[in-house]
């Protein structure tokens, strides 16, 4: 009943800018949480930056200063502006909610993804 729909993603030079979205949409009472995840070839997934309903924010340390994650909670969706882009940030790029649809039902989502290329 929820979709993640990941957007934004594409071929860059290094030291350029994207900027990725994610909208969520379906049965939603209300998001607790949202974050962006990414996977390198031969590498684990791993979670980039976090956003909390309130706000709050947390940054892998091998992207702070560089991205910038926030959200707009009338539109169910999460960004992460990127800048400064290095070939090391190439990954497929993932969109995460924690999902409220009920009184009593949360449910973990993700994104298909979106692949992020930045060339030397």
């Known amino acids: 009943q929820v979709q993640l729909v990941e957007s934004g993603g594409g071929l860059v030079q290094a030291g350029g800018s994207l900027r990725l979205s994610c909208a969520a949409s379906?049965?939603?009472?209300?998001?607790?949480?949202m974050g962006w995840y990414r996977q390198a070839p031969g590498k684990q997934r791993e979670l980039v930056a976090g956003i909390t309903s309130g706000g709050a924010s947390n940054y892998a340390d091998s992207v702070k200063g560089r991205f910038t994650i926030s959200r707009d909670n009338a539109k169910n969706t999460v960004y992460l502006q990127m800048n400064s882009l290095q070939p090391e940030d190439t990954a497929v790029y993932y969109c995460?909610?924690?999902?409220?649809?009920?009184?009593?039902?949360?449910?973990?989502?993700w994104g298909k993804g979106t692949l992020v290329t930045v060339s030397s």
């Open positions: 379906g049965s939603i009472f209300s998001i607790n949480a």
């Open positions: 995460n909610a924690n999902i409220r649809q009920s009184s009593n039902i949360v449910m973990h989502y």
